[in-house]
């Protein structure tokens, strides 16, 4: 089975019909450059520790449909008590912080290395936040890029319950409501499948990436748009 050790000094990655097991690559660096071509490629990085880069593209992908979006009768409660308050794109940083900290902190894959990399592609208008907030502290939120159609989730977190869950239904919403499809989680877990995700075969959600990824992509922030779609789902009765 290979994996490939990437150079610092050239951007690129095996293709897809070299992928043999979940791991890809070793190596390489966090340049945007690189990360930008991962992302076009269904490839995205983590760390096992620091210095120990390693790329991967599950053979079994983790996707949400969206039209699948499951809201479960608690959530509608949450949403209808308006127990939380949602933006976006206005504390990337802060998000990422909580996605390392709390029970993760010192054994998370977001080093600094990964902190800053990322940070860099939110300035680049790539990489997006969702932030959720009880009167003016941030209790939940998550993160990822968007490139074309598609948008690549990384990590959320939540300091109050259904937080998380909220941020991620109220994404699926904006995101069908610019006419997109499909939202990638990487790699399935039983919060995930709460929420309606479900895996997909490698070959199956590379070629449909290939098509996502050519449409024109959104960059900048997405702040006044998501609160539009915020106040569509406000609007709406949640029973």
């Known amino acids: 089975m290979p994996i490939y050790q990437l150079p610092d000094d050239d951007i690129w990655f ?24 991962a992302y076009y490629q269904g490839i995205f990085p983590w760390y096992n520790d620091p210095g120990e880069m390693i790329w991967w593209c599950p053979e079994q992908r983790c996707i949400l449909f969206l039209d699948d979006i499951n809201i479960a009768h608690s959530m509608r409660n949450v949403f209808n008590r308006k127990q939380f308050r949602f933006t976006m794109d206005t504390d990337f940083a802060g998000v990422l912080n909580g996605c390392r900290s709390g029970d993760r902190e010192g054994a998370t894959w977001l080093i600094d290395e990964m902190f800053e990399a990322n940070l860099k592609l939110h300035r680049l208008g790539i990489s997006h936040s969702v932030e959720v907030w009880q009167e003016d ?11 074309g159609e598609i948008f690549f989730g990384e990590s959320m977190f939540s300091t109050v319950a259904n937080s998380s869950k909220a941020a991620f239904i109220l ?18 877990t039983p919060h995930l499948g709460s929420l309606g995700a479900t895996t997909m075969a490698r070959e199956e959600f590379l070629n449909s990436l290939k098509v996502l990824v050519e449409k024109p992509s959104i960059k900048g922030k997405w702040t006044v748009a998501f609160a539009e779609s915020v106040e569509h789902f406000n609007g709406r009765t949640i029973g």
């Open 171 to 188: 994404l699926a919403h904006h995101m069908k409501r610019m006419g997109w499809t499909l939202l990638d989680c990487q790699v399935y």
């Open 137 to 147: 502290k941030l209790v939940g939120g998550l993160y990822g890029a968007s490139i």
């Open 14 to 37: 095996p293709e897809p019909e070299e992928y043999e097991g979940d791991i890809i690559a070793v190596g390489g660096d966090l340049h945007p450059r690189r990360m930008i071509r």
